[in-house]
Nanobody, 126 residues
Framework: QVQLAEFGGGLVQAGGSLRLSCRAS????????MGWFRQAPGKEREFVAH????????QYTDSVKGRFTISRDNAKNTVYLQMNSLKPEDTAIYYC???????????????????WGQGTQVTVSS
């Protein structure tokens, strides 16, 4: 049974930093792409960043480029999202997700991910 658990959310002032972690269990972590998504109140869940199984392919949504960094440690079954220069518009519940297909491509689509964490709240005050 695949389980994803996010950690590291919280309240931070604009300009501050947070580091989210997501630990996975239940499948061979290093075989699957991982993604971070977020959902603000009243809005649809949106893509933030993803990283392929080896870490060799990474993509970010335009609004976080240069501020957020996704990485993974396959030995620890963990994917990270380092968030710097946070803005109030980054406020959302952040979810990590694991790809459906072994050695599959990265994707911005929620439907490409078969497993999701419970989410962690990130609140950025102005």
């Amino acid at each position: 049974q695949v389980q994803l658990a996010e950690f590291g959310g919280g309240l931070v002032q604009a300009g501050g930093s947070l580091r989210l972690s997501c630990r996975a269990s239940g499948r061979t972590f290093s075989n699957y792409a991982m993604g971070w998504f977020r959902q603000a109140p009243g809005k649809e869940r949106e893509f933030v960043a993803h990283i392929n199984w080896s870490g060799g392919s990474i993509q970010y949504t335009d609004s976080v480029k240069g501020r957020f960094t996704i990485s993974r440690d396959n030995a620890k079954n963990t994917v990270y999202l380092q968030m710097n220069s946070l803005k109030p518009e980054d406020t959302a519940i952040y979810y990590c997700a694991q790809g459906r297909v072994i050695f599959g491509p990265v994707s911005v689509l929620t439907t490409s991910y078969g497993y999701w964490g419970q989410g962690t709240q990130v609140t950025v005050s102005s």
